[in-house]
């Protein structure tokens, strides 16, 4: 495939990309960050229990999730929703499942106070969550990326026959001549 069909399909990949990539929130104070992942999807279903994995970073590599009296907070608006004790599932993974019970922004404040000699910095990150998804809404979500994606699959998908259908034009043309 010569440079001019594959950077015209690579500006058309491009342009078409929805600009919503990561679903990850990043939340750091200090030298220590954390990335939220939620199970499943990244997006809580409210009733049903959630996974929530924070991710650590530590820039100066002091942090050990396994010496880490970790707490996470919660709260939906001005309600406190109580404080749970998360675990270490590595060096650098806390993990803890939670129900969401109804439907809005909560904070979850994730706490960290050093334990057995360790010595990195204590920290609060706070992440803010929208919880949106209902019961209903998990049967649907085939629908929803349709909807939220059709038209990037369809001018994707158009971009591409575009450059395949050029590629078996010159394909033909090579051929012809070389039968001359």
């Not at 001005?78 to 993990?95: C, F, P, R, T």
């Not at 629908?143 to 990037?152: C, I, N, P, S």
Request: contains cysteine; aromatic residues 8%; glycine residues 6%.
């Amino acid at each position: 495939m010569s440079n001019q069909k594959l950077s015209l399909l690579l500006i058309c990949a491009l342009l078409f990309l929805p600009n919503n990539l990561s679903a990850h929130t990043l939340e750091n104070v200090s030298s220590i960050g954390a990335v939220l992942h939620i199970n499943p999807d990244d997006n809580p279903v409210v009733r049903q229990p959630a996974t929530l994995v924070f991710s650590m970073s530590d820039q100066e590599n002091l942090f050990n999730a396994k010496q880490c009296a970790c707490t996470l907070s919660i709260k939906r608006g001005e309600d406190d929703l109580g404080s749970l004790d998360v675990s270490a599932i590595s060096l650098d993974k806390l993990e803890l499942v939670y129900t969401f019970p109804e439907v809005g922004l909560y904070t979850l404040t994730l706490n960290g106070i050093p334990k057995d000699g360790a010595i990195f910095e204590p920290f609060n990150l706070d992440f803010d969550l929208q919880v949106e998804r209902t019961e209903a809404a998990v049967g649907t979500d085939f629908k929803t990326f349709l909807l939220t994606h059709g038209l990037h699959i369809i001018l994707f998908g158009g971009a591409f026959a575009v450059v395949f259908a050029i590629h078996l034009r010159d394909l033909y043309r090579k051929r012809k001549q070389s039968k001359l």
